[in-house]
């Protein structure tokens, strides 16, 4: 890696890392006796909030890493609204290798719900047959469970677990859910 890529980071780090204090005693788990003193500092750094570009910038340098040391960072905080939770999904997926694009779930939200995590179909097939679609992606229940993505909600009301399986199952069934343009 060139030093040129690493100069933000280390900006970004010599302007928010301060010597651990607090909890000074207590090891982060998992990390080597030797790396215990930096990786209490780059803890007690990463509780103030870092603007988005410099988590995300964060994030990239320390994932590739050999393990433990990306277990030191916090998960991102996204916001709760449509675009935080499309970030939080693809942030999950990404993780676990599902494919899917910001566009390609954005897509699909408005057109199945309008945006609405709350929203339940009462009118097609899959209500008549007593299991309509609901929330944000409109995924039935049993598409829920089969398809329910690790590290999620089990309600199938909550944004990102319903943006998750929706695009486990459009994964598995087409791809991707950028390959989805009408109901699935």
């Not at 030093?3 to 651990?20: E, Y």
Request: hydrophobic letters at 45%; proline letters at 10%.
């Amino acid at each position: 890696m060139h030093l040129r890529r690493l100069l933000p980071l280390v900006a970004v780090a010599a302007a928010v890392v301060i010597p651990a204090q607090a909890h000074a005693d207590v090891p982060v788990a998992g990390i080597p006796a030797e790396l215990q003193d930096p990786a209490r500092q780059i803890q007690q750094a990463l509780q103030w909030q870092l603007p988005q570009p410099q988590q995300d910038q964060l994030q990239q340098f320390v994932q590739p890493l050999p393990q433990p040391l990306p277990d030191v960072l916090p998960p991102p905080v996204f916001a709760n609204d449509l675009d935080g939770w499309i970030r939080n999904a693809l942030h999950v997926l990404g993780q676990r290798g599902i494919p899917a694009s910001y566009e390609g779930i954005h897509r699909n939200a408005l057109r199945e719900s309008g945006g609405d995590p709350h929203a339940i179909n009462t009118w097609d097939s899959n209500a008549a047959a007593g299991i309509p679609s609901k929330g944000l992606m409109q995924v039935i229940d049993p598409t829920f469970t089969a398809y329910h993505v690790d590290g999620t909600s089990w309600d199938i009301y909550d944004p990102v677990a319903n943006i998750a399986a929706a695009c486990n199952y459009a994964a598995h069934r087409y791809g991707s859910i950028d390959n989805v343009f009408g109901a699935y």
